[in-house]
C-alpha cells in the first residue's frame, strides 16, 4: 500500500494516503522530506518552497495561489492557499482540443443486463409503484397511500414508494416550472411500473395544468386523485394503487444491451482522495458504458467552476460547446446576483478531508465524466436526448443533484464519497467510498470500495469489476444498500418567489 502520491509530474504537491507526524520523514525524488506539522491523510504537503503569489499545481493544473512563503514539507491548506476564481469568462472554441473518440476500445461483446421493457420503448430496472404528489400539503397522505400498499403485497412489485417535496404551491413563473418539469419526469420514469399522481385541488401545480407538464401517459399506468373530491381518498387511492399492481404483475424481465443504460455520476462528502481513486474508478466505468453505446450523466455545475474547460475542450461540436459557456456562466450569474462570491466552497467537512480550493475540487469532480466527448447539455429538469456524456444544469447539493439525474432519466446514480452519507435518490444510488475505513466502518452505507485503487489494484480491473456490478444492479441481483434501507427521497431547486 502506497503512503503518498504525486499526482501529476507537474504537481507541486504531494498527496499523503495515511496519518503523518511532525517531524516523521518522506523520502521522494532523492529527497528526504521532514514535516513541519501534522498532517491527516488525504491533505498535502509542499515539494519544494512557493514564493507568495506562486500558483500551487495538483492534477497537473493551478488549483489556487500561495498567499504566503510555504516551506518545503508544509502543509498545504486553507491557511497558505487561495483561490483563483471570480466571476464570469470568456472561453474560446477549440476544436482542435475535443476528444473525438473513446481512447478506449468496443469490448469482443455486448454487455447485458435484464430489464423491464415498457410500452413506449423506455427501459426500467426495477418494477415499482411510485405515489407522486403534485404539493407538498398532502405528503403524509401519499406516504400513508404507499404504506398501505407495501402492506398488501403486491405481486412482481419491488415496492410501492412516495417522494415528499414542499412545493407545488405558492410558486411563479419559472420555479413552478421547475418544480413541474421534475416531477413529471418522475411520473415517466421507467424504473416506475405506474404512477399515482395524488393532488390537493386547489394548489398552484392542479393536476389538469401538471397533466400538460407530463405530456403524453400510459393511462393503464399513471392514474390520478384529486384529495379535495374524494370521499375517502385512502379507499379511492389504494384502490387505484391495486389497479396498477394488477397491470404491473405481468412484467417481465427480458435481455437488454448495456446501451440501453443511462447512468448518473455524482459526488458528495469528498475527501483528499475522491479525485484519486473513487471519480477516476467512475470516469473509466463512464468511458466503458458510453464505448457500449450507454450514457452517463454529469450535474453539479459549480463543481465545475475551474475544470469547466476540461468538459468545454471535449465538446462534440460547437453548439454542445456554446450550450456549456452558457451553463457555467449562467450559475455563476445565478451567485451573482444572491450577492454570493463564486467560489464560496468547498464545504467544511470537504476541508476537513484534505480539498483545499473550489479549483481542487471541480478538479477532482469532473474526473467523474471519463474521457468521452460531451454529446449534450440539458436544462435543469432537461430528459436525456443522446447517448453518451450528457451535461445537466443543477447544483452540487446532493438530495438536488441526485434528483435532477433521476429525473432526466437515470436509471441508478453513481455516488462517490469520502465522508459517507446514508441519502439514497429515488433510484438505486451505488455508494463508492474514496477509501476503505470508510467502506469497513459504514457497512449499511458503502456499496463498493474504491479504496482498493490505492493498495495495489490496477483501475482497469476495478473499473471492469464495477461495470459488471452496476450491470448486475441493473438486472435486480443486487440492491443497493439505500433500497434495502428504504432511504428514497428527492429534493427540488428552489429559486423564486413563494406568495
Not at 439525474?405 to 429515488?426: D, N
Request: net charge negative.
Amino acid at each position: 500500500m502506497m503512503d503518498h502520491l504525486l499526482i501529476h509530474a507537474n504537481d507541486d504537491v504531494l498527496v499523503l494516503l495515511k496519518d503523518y507526524q511532525k517531524g516523521e520523514t518522506i523520502e521522494f525524488n532523492n529527497q528526504v522530506i521532514t514535516l513541519k506539522e501534522d498532517v491527516a491523510r488525504g491533505h498535502k504537503i509542499a515539494l519544494h518552497e512557493i514564493q507568495v503569489g506562486e500558483p500551487i499545481h495538483k492534477y497537473g493544473f493551478p488549483i489556487g495561489f500561495a498567499k504566503e512563503t510555504i516551506e518545503l514539507g508544509t502543509w498545504v491548506h486553507t491557511h497558505n492557499i487561495k483561490t483563483t476564481l471570480d466571476g464570469t469568462l470568456d472561453y474560446e472554441y477549440k476544436p482542435n482540443q475535443a476528444a473525438a473518440t473513446l481512447e478506449l476500445e468496443q469490448k469482443q461483446t455486448t454487455r447485458t443486463f435484464k430489464g423491464f421493457v415498457r410500452k413506449n420503448g423506455e427501459v426500467g430496472i426495477r418494477n415499482e409503484i411510485w405515489v407522486i404528489n403534485t404539493v407538498g400539503c398532502i405528503n403524509k397522505t401519499a406516504e400513508l397511500v404507499a404504506r398501505l400498499g407495501n402492506q398488501e403485497g403486491y405481486e412482481n412489485i419491488d415496492g410501492v414508494y412516495h417522494y415528499p417535496h414542499p412545493f407545488g404551491c405558492s410558486q411563479l413563473g419559472d420555479d413552478l416550472k421547475h418544480t413541474q418539469a421534475i416531477l413529471s419526469n418522475l411520473v415517466q420514469h421507467p424504473n416506475a411500473a405506474g404512477v399515482l399522481v395524488l393532488g390537493l385541488g386547489c394548489e398552484n401545480n392542479y393536476i389538469d395544468l401538471f397533466k400538460e407538464a407530463i405530456g403524453d401517459y400510459d393511462a393503464r399506468r399513471v392514474k390520478f386523485l384529486s384529495v379535495q373530491e374524494a370521499a375517502d381518498e385512502l379507499e379511492e387511492a389504494s384502490d387505484l394503487v391495486t389497479e396498477i399492481a394488477e397491470l404491473a404483475k405481468e412484467d417481465v424481465r427480458t435481455e437488454l444491451p448495456a446501451s440501453k443504460l443511462k447512468v448518473g455520476l455524482k459526488c458528495g462528502g469528498s475527501d483528499g482522495l475522491s479525485g484519486i481513486t473513487a471519480n477516476p474508478l467512475v470516469g473509466a466505468f463512464s468511458d466503458r458504458l458510453i464505448a457500449q453505446g450507454g450514457s452517463t450523466i454529469l450535474t453539479e455545475v459549480p463543481e465545475m467552476f475551474g475544470a469547466e474547460t476540461i468538459l468545454m475542450n471535449r465538446a462534440a461540436d460547437e453548439q454542445v460547446f456554446t450550450d456549456i459557456v452558457e451553463m457555467v456562466n449562467g450559475f455563476k450569474d445565478y451567485f451573482i446576483r444572491h450577492g454570493q462570491v463564486v467560489y464560496e466552497n468547498p464545504s467544511p467537512g470537504n476541508k476537513k478531508g484534505g480539498i483545499t480550493t473550489l479549483e481542487e475540487k471541480s478538479l477532482g469532480c469532473v474526473q467523474k465524466g471519463g474521457f468521452a466527448p460531451v454529446a449534450d447539455v440539458l436544462p435543469y429538469g432537461g430528459r436525456v436526448r443522446k447517448n453518451g456524456l450528457t451535461l445537466v444544469q443543477g447544483p452540487g447539493n446532493d438530495l438536488v443533484s441526485v434528483t435532477a439525474l433521476a429525473a432526466a432519466g437515470a436509471h441508478i446514480v453513481l455516488f462517490t464519497t469520502g465522508r459517507g452519507t446514508p441519502f439514497g435518490g429515488p433510484v438505486p444510488t451505488v455508494k463508492l467510498s474514496t477509501n476503505t475505513p470508510l467502506y469497513e466502518r459504514k457497512k449499511n452505507w458503502i456499496d463498493f470500495n474504491a479504496g482498493e485503487l490505492v493498495e495495489g489494484k490496477e483501475l482497469n480491473e476495478l473499473a471492469d469489476e464495477l461495470l459488471t456490478y452496476v450491470l448486475q444492479v441493473a438486472s435486480g441481483e443486487i440492491t443497493t444498500h439505500n433500497e434495502r434501507n428504504g432511504f428514497k427521497e428527492i429534493a427540488l431547486f428552489k429559486d423564486g418567489v413563494i406568495l
